[in-house]
């Protein structure tokens, strides 16, 4: 009987979590040859697409690649924060090729309820609409930071730093001047020059809006060649003040209640047709 009664408790147990476990769409990377707008993108219901259980909530997202193809995904258990969205915009050259790109990126990251995923169509489209990146003219002015060049001397790149983590400068082996800092509550700064190879200089800007309290934290990493300090604190400042992705919290929360409001409309509806069909049947 004790027997009987440790396996029914563990079944139990086992059964309560799966119940109380988030619910998330997953789907492998969906890759297209055009660009993902609000009109087109994909819902998570093909082959490959499931709902599973999840420990830290979901994410949708996708990805606008240089050369005009688009990437969607639908994930469980993101990196980042509940009531999140971020967006990236990355610039980049190729140090032997010369060729320049430009990608963008959005993530909506979410807590979902314990029978309904939160990474759904709608709130993709919602941080969408409510996003703004800068525009290609606007990036291409920072294009002069990360030209290719085989001239570099690293002992010119800044070198200082108060981050947590902060790859050591090494004169002797190091390709490129690094510099990192993240706009908060505080300013975190990163600048030195590691070792490793520099296939590609690039710049890419990430902000993570917080939808709960309205507040964002931004980051900006520069990895360049220029003669001198091109890592600069400066540098990064104007491309933060030039290169900002705005996000319009309003617009957000607005078309939410529209699409509740819609859904409940849909609803009521429902139940008027079927409560009258019930009793015209009577």
Known sequence: MMLFNYYFGLFLLVHTRYL????????QGMIFNYSITIDNIPSPTRDDCKIITAENGCSVSVRWFDDGTSEVYYDADPDLSFDTILAKTERKVTTWSGEYVTN??????CKPSNTTPCNTVDNLKLAIISTVFPTDEQIQKFDILIIPTTEFYGSLCLQVSNMTYCPK???LSCQQCIGIIQYSEQIDICATCPAGKAVTNFFDYYTIFFLNNQTQLDRITLACRKYGACNSIENIRRMKNTLITKFDFDKFFQSTASIIKSTTIILFMMFIIGFVHGDYRE
Do not use: D, G, P
């Open 20 to 27: 109380l476990a988030y619910k998330c769409h997953e789907c």
């Open 104 to 109: 963008r990126f959005i993530s909506y990251n």
């Open 169 to 171: 400068t090494n004169i």
